[in-house]
């Protein structure tokens, strides 16, 4: 089934460390320290439970990504299907017996992380449609079938995903399933299609959303109109970043984060804490390490030699830029919140899980890039 080159066949252990990539490598540290010192910031300078946890799972995780990315290209592509299984079984398992948290069913407890499945997914589906659409002719992208399981494939996660509730993560695994499709090679009709219909379905879609969902769109336009309630946080969020001018207010000296005027900073709003802190020119700086990782990421596709590589490497590039942005643009009120968090930065062990696997798997496509997959 697989045909592999000389070159894989004789590659030792340190040609596969010469071979590593080390921008993306020396990325992803600046993130975890960076992370790290912003969550110690979010507890007031104090070394407690987030900062240590962080770091913890910072360093395991990392050590898990090394380790992935050691591992044969072929072997990530002969196991995508069965992943993705074993992820939806875990959604579905975590629907009826998982963890409640405030109305949400998300988790289940595994003792040492209570783990989010629907963030695994976010990867498990980029997996996925990589081997569906590997060695698949362009022009059997199009027929009727190979339009209809991609379909299929996609929508069983959401529905899991959104009966939990989770609006913003199911947006988010649809996005990701979507960017492989479209890199595919599906014509550009079916989207436009697609698009059309969406936006003619809005209306009765939102009649299902929960009302606590609909509170949030509605706060989005107007976050004004419940300035103590639910526009509350968008509010103090934009303040924050706001005060923080050109170069911010310096380490550890953020008043809105300090005084408790931000809540849930340490999570989906920790940019707005190193806004506060360092500014607009901390902020580009911080923008500039993730566009640097993008960019590694979308090169490593770009010297693949196999198709699985490209697919996966163009598909997650593209979602960790999706990440970053929709969770910059809620924190600055440009979207509605919708409870994504920012790539390693963010506190949250499945979202930092779920990340190291997918750049664990971006790196082995690194060493491996001249290997072939039939």
Known sequence: MFKETSYTNRLTFFQKIRSID??????????????????????????LYYTKSHLLRFSAFFILMIFLSFIRLKLFHSISYFLYLIVLLLLLYASFYGITVSGSQRWINLYFINLQPSELMKIAIILCFAKFYHRMQIDNVNSFRNLIVPIIILIMPMFL????????????????????????????KYFISSFIILVIST????????????LRILTFFDPEKDPLGAGYQIIQS?????????????????????????????????FTLFSEEFGFIGSIGLLLVYSILIYRIIYIG?????FFSKLFCYGYG???????????????????????PLPIMSYGGSSMLATMVGLGVVLSSKIYHKQIIA
């Open 22 to 47: 080390l921008i993306l490598i020396s990325c992803v540290l600046i993130l975890g320290v960076i992370s790290t010192f912003a969550m110690y910031s979010s507890e007031g300078g104090q070394m």
């Open 161 to 188: 995903v959104i009966s939990q509730p989770d609006l913003g993560t199911t947006i988010l695994i649809a996005l990701s399933g979507i960017i492989v499709i479209w890199l595919s090679g599906v014509n550009i």
């Open 203 to 214: 209306p009765f879609f939102i009649s299902f959303l929960k009302p606590y969902q609909k």
């Open 238 to 270: 934009k303040i924050a970043v706001g005060s923080g001018g050109l170069s911010g207010k310096g380490f550890l000296q953020g008043t809105q984060s300090y005084l408790e005027f931000l809540p849930e900073k340490h999570t989906d709003f920790i």
């Open 302 to 306: 770009s010297i693949s030699r196999n």
């Open 318 to 340: 593209s979602s960790i830029f999706i990440y970053i942005a929709v969770n910059m643009s809620m924190v600055l009120g440009l979207l509605p919140i919708v409870g994504s």
